[in-house]
């Protein structure tokens, strides 16, 4: 099983929230460190012991990890990961929501949250992202539950990297993860890869 989790708030409540990603560093405001506390009390009660951790190497990710897996007992080390890092949002990068879409229209934006088309000058590198997720999706060593903390832009990537998910994909309102939320891909019987839940905040 494969749980994927989006970090926590970084923006302060009253604050305007701007477009940030790889450029980018910051901490979880404590808003963010709830639900990361959330999250880590969720995954408890549905008896989640991680056996591997990956996050992506910026500091709200890593915050958001280093929460849930030290309310567990047994729980693995989060391994920073370069394919999950956030997407690099180009001449976006730390602007408002407004002065994105004036930049580059409703249509980029809205082809980005359905199908996970870039925006013109967005830095993205698709091919090795789903080359990491499928790379992962090939090891069955682990022991237990896999967790992954990366940004709402970057966990997308997962549902692209396999035919299953990627049909389960077309059927999304939105690729979008919330703040402090999650999706669930677990492996069928068959070996086979299956969506059972995206977008899921505790």
Not at 39 to 45: I, K, Q, R, V
Not at 96 to 121: K, Q
Not at 188 to 200: R, T, V, Y
């Given at each position: 099983?494969?749980?994927?989790?989006?970090?926590?708030?970084?923006?302060?409540?009253?604050?305007?929230?701007?477009?940030?990603?790889?450029?980018?560093?910051?901490?979880?405001?404590?808003?963010?460190?709830?639900?990361?506390?959330?999250?880590?009390?969720?995954?408890?009660?549905?008896?989640?012991?991680?056996?591997?951790?990956?996050?992506?190497?910026?500091?709200?990710?890593?915050?958001?990890?280093?929460?849930?897996?030290?309310?567990?007992?047994?729980?693995?080390?989060?391994?920073?990961?370069?394919?999950?890092?956030?997407?690099?949002?180009?001449?976006?990068?730390?602007?408002?929501?407004?002065?994105?879409?004036?930049?580059?229209?409703?249509?980029?934006?809205?082809?980005?949250?359905?199908?996970?088309?870039?925006?013109?000058?967005?830095?993205?590198?698709?091919?090795?992202?789903?080359?990491?997720?499928?790379?992962?999706?090939a090891k069955r060593d682990a022991q237990g539950p896999a967790l992954l903390v990366t940004s709402n832009g970057a966990a997308r990537f997962a549902l692209m990297a396999d035919p299953a998910l990627a049909a389960a994909m077309d059927r999304l309102d939105s690729l979008?993860?919330?703040?402090?939320?999650?999706?669930?891909?677990?492996?069928?019987?068959?070996?086979?890869?299956?969506?059972?839940?995206?977008?899921?905040?505790?």
């Open positions: 099983m494969f749980v994927i989790v989006r970090h926590g708030n970084t923006f302060a409540a009253g604050e305007t929230p701007r477009r940030i990603g790889a450029r980018t560093d910051m901490p979880l405001t404590e808003k963010g460190r709830e639900q990361a506390r959330a999250l880590a009390a969720h995954f408890a009660a549905q008896g989640w012991v991680f056996a591997r951790a990956l996050a992506s190497p910026l500091l709200r990710t890593r915050e958001t990890a280093q929460i849930i897996l030290a309310a567990q007992h047994g729980a693995a080390k989060a391994e920073p990961c370069a394919w999950l890092r956030e997407i690099d949002h180009g001449p976006d990068e730390d602007r408002s929501e407004d002065a994105v879409l004036a930049r580059i229209g409703a249509e980029a934006l809205t082809a980005w949250e359905r199908h996970a088309a870039p925006p013109p000058d967005w830095q993205v590198d698709a091919e090795m992202r789903l080359q990491g997720w499928r790379d992962l999706f979008k993860l919330p703040t402090g939320g999650y999706g669930v891909i677990r492996r069928s019987d068959g070996g086979g890869l299956m969506l059972e839940s995206w977008g899921l905040r505790p």
